[in-house]
Every structure is written in structure tokens, then in C-alpha cells.
């Protein structure tokens, strides 16, 4: 059975930081790309950031960019979302999905994690 969970998140005041995690089992997690989407109360699920299957090649959305960083750590089956700077508008539930090209399109996913709310207060 293929699980994604992911841990972090929480209530942050603007300009903080958070570190959000996404955990698999059950799947080769090297094969497959990795991206972190988001999506506000009626808002399409957005992708802000991606990575590859062996981090050489890495996507953000240009309103993430420069305050998030997206790594992987496959030996642990792990992807991370370092975010600084937060503000009030990155506020929404974050997801993980894993896809074999982590393109934009959340219905190209094979597994998503459980989702996870980032508050921002301003």
C-alpha cells in the first residue's frame, strides 16, 4: 500500500518560516518526481514547487520563488518544503504528489499526501 504523510505546517505570523515534509512507503520513491501543490478555499490546487527524481532539475511558481526551497532526500523516501518569508496570501493546505513528471496538472498524480495547513497571520 502506497502512503504519502506529511508533517509540519502549522500557524506562523508573516515573515516566519516553516518546514513542511513529505514521507513514502510502499513505492520506489527514486523513480518518481515529487512536487508540492497548494490550494486555497475555492481555489484550483496550485503546483509551487517540483523536483525531479534525482533533484537536478527543480520548478517553483514565480510567487514562491527565492523564499521556498524544495529538496529530496531518497535514501529517507523524503521531500521537504523550506519556506521563509511566508505571507498572508501563501496561507492554504499543502499537498504532496508524486507523478513520474511532476508537471501542473494535479490529475497526472498517482499519490498524494494527506494535506497539511499553512496559516500565515499577518
Known amino acids: 500500500q502506497v502512503q504519502l504523510v506529511q508533517s509540519g505546517g502549522g500557524l506562523v505570523q508573516a515573515g516566519g518560516s516553516l518546514r513542511l515534509s513529505c514521507t513514502a512507503s510502499?513505492?520506489?520513491?527514486?523513480?518518481?518526481?515529487v512536487a508540492w501543490f497548494r490550494q486555497s478555499p475555492g481555489q484550483k490546487r496550485e503546483r509551487i514547487a517540483a523536483?525531479?527524481?534525482?533533484?537536478?532539475?527543480?520548478f517553483y511558481t514565480y510567487s514562491v520563488k527565492g523564499r521556498f526551497t524544495i529538496s529530496r532526500d531518497n535514501a529517507q523516501n523524503t521531500v521537504y518544503l523550506q519556506m521563509n518569508n511566508l505571507k498572508p496570501e501563501d496561507t492554504a493546505v499543502y499537498y504532496c504528489g508524486t507523478a513520474r513528471f511532476a508537471g501542473s496538472n494535479p490529475d497526472e498524480y498517482d499519490y498524494w499526501g494527506q494535506g497539511t495547513q499553512v496559516t500565515v497571520s499577518s
Open positions: 510502499g513505492l520506489t520513491f527514486s523513480n518518481n518526481a
Open positions: 523536483i525531479n527524481r534525482t533533484g537536478e532539475t527543480i
